[in-house]
């Protein structure tokens, strides 16, 4: 019996964060401004469907910027710092880390924080599939990963970056496959966004967009 299931999600800096992202919200002299109000309401909307989701026991973000930290803060969720930029699986390794030290037996998994159409069934969905296994859930494309779940009780061991889907099926993760279109659509480019807004988009994220 696992003492549940801890997700993290790893967010670069605003400044560095979603740069393929740029001007979407706004492209006159408020751009970067908006641009940071977009990523934050793109992760809260993430994270905020994510702890609605039966089978989830707590999410925590890893971050080292301090206007994210206050922002989820100020809505109860944990945020543990990582190193500035020291990248995605080091910021996943040093969540895994702290989480596993906690409780042993819980079970660690990373979910990337660019969901903002996320349903919190589809991700309740997704983890029933994988059982006890280790598992991924490839992003809409196929290339990539948006959800990471280690054994019970076992490192994470994650390989996210270009190609992850292929490193985290040859790490001997199950593949999840399943019809949870909002789980799998990450926003990285405009094109993704209008996906996103055809699943429907959480409310921080929708206000950024109107
Ligand atoms: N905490 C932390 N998160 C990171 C780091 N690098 C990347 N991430 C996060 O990991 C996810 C995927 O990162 P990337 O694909 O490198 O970058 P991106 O923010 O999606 O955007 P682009 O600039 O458009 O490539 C995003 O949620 C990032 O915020 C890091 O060094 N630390
Ligand atoms: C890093 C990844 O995501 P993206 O670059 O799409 O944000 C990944 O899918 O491993």
């Given at each position: 019996m696992t003492a549940g299931l801890f997700l993290i999600v790893p967010i670069k800096p605003l400044h560095l964060a979603?740069?393929?992202?740029?001007?979407?919200?706004?492209?006159?002299?408020?751009q970067l401004a908006a641009h940071a109000d977009l990523v934050t309401a793109v992760a809260l909307d993430t994270v905020t469907a994510a702890r609605q989701a039966?089978?989830?026991?707590g999410v925590v973000v890893v971050t080292s910027d301090p206007t994210l930290t206050e922002a989820f803060a100020a809505e109860g969720i944990e945020v543990l710092v990582d190193t500035p930029a020291a990248g995605l699986n080091a910021a996943l390794r040093h969540g895994d880390a702290q989480l596993r030290q906690r409780t042993a037996t819980s079970r660690v998994g990373a979910l990337q924080?660019?969901?903002?159409?996320?349903?919190p069934a589809d991700l309740a969905s997704a983890i029933s599939a994988a059982g006890d296994d280790r598992a991924f859930c490839p992003d809409r494309q196929g290339t990539g990963t948006t959800l990471l779940l280690a054994?019970?009780?076992?490192?994470?061991a994650p390989c996210f970056g270009p190609g992850s889907a292929d490193a985290h099926a040859g790490s001997g993760a199950k593949t999840l496959v399943g019809g949870w279109d909002s789980l799998r659509?990450?926003?990285?480019?405009e094109a993704d966004l209008a996906v996103a807004v055809t699943l429907g988009l959480g409310p921080n994220t929708a206000r950024r967009i109107a």
């Open positions: 979603k740069s393929r992202l740029l001007g979407a919200a706004d492209r006159g002299a408020r039966p089978g989830v026991a924080a660019d969901l903002p159409a996320l349903r054994v019970p009780g076992q490192p994470l659509c990450d926003v990285d480019t």
